[in-house]
């Protein structure tokens, strides 16, 4: 059983496109990630969201826009892609409600190229 | 401000030797430190974490991790690797445990393993 899913792996779209990447965790978590790995390997978070409720969103064009339709699926759509969204984008979830949380919980990324 | 360093980008070694990675973090109080790993093409798994108690870890896959609070250190440790774990490593700090939505990431050691 994949604990945490991303759809699709690879996404190669030319610039302008809007697209779509979808996550999904069976682990029972109540929060959700998306984070955006560049070619350096560099790991920024995007968003965050906890039982539906954004609770992160760092410095991020308003092209990208996250949707939680429910505490195991937190979904990632992209307007209008530039060259410079392509990377790797990973989702992750995580126990935070508790005095101990559990660490992260990745998928295993979605490669985004714009062309 | 929060910070974490991992001075080594890319570290080889033979197989059967052993490995040190090493990460400094700056951080004001007790900090909630984790290592994690990236194999090509796949997300980040949690390889160990350190939140309380005793200053030596294990985790996965046979490494250790030895947090050193005079030198601000959480180095990575393997007495005899092997060729599987050629990938990206990860060090990370959390404020506590209790909240690790937002981790500060080091930059990542790629570790390459010549047979």
């Known amino acids: 059983d994949t604990a945490v899913s991303q759809t699709p792996k690879y996404l190669v779209t030319q610039m302008g496109n809007d697209k779509s990447i979808k996550c999904e965790q069976n682990l029972g978590h109540d929060t959700m990630y998306w984070y955006k790995q560049d070619s350096k390997k560099f790991l920024k978070i995007m968003f965050s969201y906890n039982n539906k409720e954004l609770i992160i969103n760092e410095t991020v064009p308003n092209r990208f826009s996250p949707k939680s339709p429910d505490k195991a699926h937190l979904n990632l759509h992209i307007n209008s892609l530039e060259l410079g969204d392509s990377a790797v984008y990973f989702c992750a979830s995580s126990q935070v409600g508790s005095r101990a949380s559990s660490p992260l919980h990745f998928g295993n990324g979605t490669r985004l190229t714009v062309t | 401000a929060q910070s974490v360093t991992q001075p080594d980008i890319h570290i080889t070694v033979s197989e059967g030797a052993s490995l040190e990675l090493r990460c400094n973090y700056s951080y004001g109080a007790t900090p909630y430190l984790f290592w994690y790993v990236q194999s090509p093409g796949q997300g980040l798994q949690l390889l160990l974490k350190?939140?309380?108690?005793d200053t030596l870890v294990q985790g996965i896959k046979g490494f250790e991790a030895e947090f050193k609070r005079s030198q601000s250190s959480f180095n990575l440790r393997k007495p005899s690797v092997h060729w599987s774990d050629a990938a990206e490593y990860f060090c990370a700090v959390a404020r506590d445990a209790g909240n690790n939505r937002k981790l500060i990431w080091g930059l990542g050691t790629s570790l390459a393993v010549n047979p």
């Open positions: 350190y939140f309380s108690g």
